[in-house]
Every structure is written in structure tokens, then in C-alpha cells.
């Protein structure tokens, strides 16, 4: 149960704090940085605006594939092992998710124009790229199955 608290705890707070940064930047929220600037862009792909030409069904298959990665997470008993790290990871998905049916497309902010002019993210972005370098850290590292 304890497990199962964490995970849910991680997820509701990872898509709590994405949604309630978005909505600063919806509203307008802007700052100008010299390498960082803190502005509204919408991405109707993946990451780097990949597969944007799927349009709207691409919300219905990243649904497809967070109901599969769930189904899989609690079937094979991942959740036991990585309950911080995958709530961060389906709270940072379900929040892009979400962002697909309220706007016109993931809302990203953090525009990263120091010597390559292509990166914006958000709080969600962070949030999976962290779960998922704390889940290949875990794996390597503390791999039951370490074959020395």
C-alpha cells in the first residue's frame, strides 16, 4: 500500500505542479533571459515537434501508450521497485496529455537559444527525463542480477 501511495503522491504532484506552471504561461506570463527565455510555445508533436503531422490522434495513441505502460508497470510489478520514479513519469505524461485536450498543443515554456535554437520544454518534460535516467541509475546500479 505504501508503494502504491508513493506512486500516486508522485504522479498527482508532478501533474499538479506542470498544469499550475502552464496556466502562468497561458495567461501570459514572459521573461526574457540571455540563454533561457520563459515563453508560451504550443508543440503538436513529440519532443522537437516530431510527428506533428499525426495531428489530433496523436493524443489518443500517447493514451493508448500510457494505458499500456500502466498495464505494465502494476503486471510486472515495476511499481514496486520504481514507485517515485514512475509516478513522475505518468504524472509528466498525463500532464502533456491533458495539455493536448485543453490547448492547441503540449504548452512548453523554457526556450533554450544558447548556441542551438530548437529546445522547449516544461515542468512534464523534466519530470520523465528524470524518472527515466533514476530508473536506468537504479537498473545499472542496483541490478539484483549484476553478472560480475
Given at each position: 500500500?505504501?508503494?502504491f ?29 540571455s ?17 506533428d ?5 496523436l ?41 493536448r ?9 523554457v ?14 518534460d ?7 535516467v533514476w530508473?536506468?541509475v ?11
Amino acid at each position: 500500500m505504501r508503494i502504491f501511495v508513493i506512486f500516486l503522491l508522485a504522479l498527482l504532484g508532478t501533474f499538479i505542479i506542470d498544469q499550475n506552471i502552464k496556466t502562468l504561461f497561458v495567461d501570459g506570463y514572459y521573461l526574457e533571459g540571455s540563454c533561457i527565455n520563459l515563453e508560451l510555445h504550443y508543440n503538436r508533436g513529440v519532443a522537437f515537434s516530431m510527428f506533428d503531422f499525426i495531428g489530433d490522434k496523436l493524443k489518443w495513441i500517447q493514451i493508448l501508450l500510457v494505458v499500456s505502460m500502466l498495464f505494465i508497470i502494476f503486471k510486472d510489478n515495476y511499481i514496486k521497485r520504481y514507485p517515485f520514479a514512475l509516478g513522475l513519469l505518468v504524472g509528466g505524461a498525463l500532464g502533456n496529455i491533458y495539455d493536448r485536450f485543453i490547448h492547441e498543443g503540449v504548452v512548453d515554456y523554457v526556450a533554450w537559444h544558447c548556441g542551438f535554437n530548437w529546445a522547449v520544454f516544461n515542468f512534464a518534460d523534466v519530470a520523465i527525463d528524470i524518472a527515466v535516467v533514476w530508473i536506468l541509475v537504479v537498473s545499472y546500479f542496483f541490478s539484483n542480477h549484476n553478472n560480475a
